[in-house]
């Protein structure tokens, strides 16, 4: 058996890999030397998946990975044409990132129906103001994305009463299909975006869904940027269509500093981090080196994405 | 049958009473006429449960009212050796306030362990610092106080993967004893005071709790400011014996716009609030009445206080 080459596409070097060393060459490299190293890796790990680079190194034929892993849920930052026409394989992180992202919505729901953020502002100016908060139980969600992710958040939301409806590509028992959804967002408090970016989800919260929805309703997006029409997301908040919004991610990330949503009133701006909580980093690499012992002893990978859908299909 | 005097003690009139008018007389009055109007009235209603007029107006002897209900969970506003002594019985708002409060300590719970407070902070300030959080599930809480609000505080956070143990003033099938009290804290992330105000409890968490508790840990009261001495936590939090605490209540409230705990780090002030859900007047006026009617109909009462105790005894 010919030692294998895993290339590691990284700014940090990943955790948990020791395991695979002396069976393993292991090659880091960075985003201007991919298109370089590729043609020798028999599996590209994707551990910087902020990057775009595999879109741009990617080669349209001669020798290439077998197997590209990316520790993330979403696959959008490295699929292009080529790779989806390719026989190479493609996983995810499926999984570690459910739980986490679905205990940031809750904290989010609960934040602003305990009206949080201005009981902070009241305490700074010492100010003992009571008021009447939100219940949450009884209240309506919408979650738009029935992959494992948006099934955690329905599921920690139910577990705090709320009514949680998923909304999934197609319609199947427990998920309903998009047919249903701007129905469904018409009487919802809590909308969730947490869909896989593809060609139909892209720019989907627009402002005919914004213009929809209840004046007393909140929308958060922990999926992928693009899922929302930025300027109608504002213009929403602006006009009070909407009572607040919450983006952990954004079309442009980092989000520079000078953008304008950071002072959006009504929008809460936080770093892409909802699915990143303590030993994150551990998980990932627990999890690769998983897969990759899978794949070496010839076993079948979980976590595949359909490459044309751009996902891991549900069941 | 005379017509019955209910005498309500309230700054705003309580809503839902319409239901008693033409067969009971209903008399208003504010603290300063309360001891003139006790002596003639069938039933005493006290709405304003900030106040501690009963205290100071029950009569030693002569006639007074046989029932007292107070629009409250608490009753150590009202409670007197006087008030204890006679037959007189007491009612509270047992069951309104259970699952708001519940949910206000969860969104703290989240709001700490998503870090949304530093979120704001660095939205402010244009700032995208990704952090990593900390997930709940797995984490353990101990809530002292095995009322009907510290039992829903406990079934909130289990629902959210946190195992919660509850501390009451007895031991019973699923419910610690006080003895157990040291031990629990010394291992919990999240601790929970949501007990009636009594003598066994006023002062329990002092410098020796918060001595004990982990570094880690956050501390929340949802029950009567006196059951924490104040000084000792601003000490546990300067000195980082805990790592945070939120307080919803106080020995003084409304707390005076110079008190230094509006300044504490790590202390997030609110006004008493955490169990008032929009709706939470009609609830408790909505409960009167129906209390009221089994009264009327010589029904036996639920939510009784034991006096001696100062709260309603589970089962």
């Known amino acids: ?13 990943p955790p948990r890999l020791g395991r695979l060393t002396g069976r393993t060459r292991i090659l880091h490299t960075d985003a201007p030397s991919l298109a370089e190293h590729l043609p020798r890796a028999d599996v590209l790990l994707v551990w910087d998946f902020t990057s775009r680079a595999v879109r741009e190194a990617w080669p349209g034929e001669g020798p290439r990975p077998r197997w590209v892993h990316t520790a993330s849920a979403g696959v959008d930052h490295l699929m292009c044409p080529e790779l989806a026409a390719s026989d190479t394989v493609v996983t995810n992180a499926r999984g570690v990132f459910d739980q986490p992202i679905a205990e940031y919505v809750a904290a989010l729901v609960l934040a602003w129906a305990k009206d949080l953020p201005r009981t902070a502002t009241l305490q700074r100016a010492h100010e003992w103001r009571h008021r009447e908060t939100q219940r949450v139980a009884g209240t309506r969600a919408v979650v738009v994305g029935s992959g494992p992710i948006g099934q955690a958040i329905a599921g920690t939301l139910k577990a705090l009463g709320i009514s949680a409806a998923l909304v999934g590509r197609t319609e199947r028992p427990g998920i309903h299909g998009p047919e249903d959804l701007d129905r469904l967002l018409t009487r919802a408090d809590w909308v969730v975006a947490a869909a896989p970016l593809t060609r139909t989800t892209y720019g989907m919260f627009d402002a005919h869904r914004f213009g929809i929805m209840q004046p007393s309703a909140r929308f958060i997006n922990v999926g992928r940027g693009p899922l929302v029409v930025e300027d109608a997301l504002v213009e929403a908040l602006s006009r009070q269509w909407i009572a607040g919004a919450a983006l952990d991610v954004f079309e442009r990330e980092p989000l520079p500093p ?44 979980p976590n595949v994405v359909d490459k044309k859908r751009g996902y891991v299909p549900g069941h």
Chains 1, 2 share one sequence.
């Open 1 to 13: 058996m010919s030692e294998k080459i895993l290339l590691v596409l990284d700014a940090d070097p």
């Open 258 to 301: 000078d953008d304008p949503l950071w002072d959006v009133p009504g929008l809460v701006v936080s770093p892409h981090m909802s699915g990143d909580t303590v030993g994150w980093r551990d998980e990932l690499g627990t999890q690769f080196v998983e897969l990759y012992e899978l794949w070496e002893a010839g076993k079948p990978l």
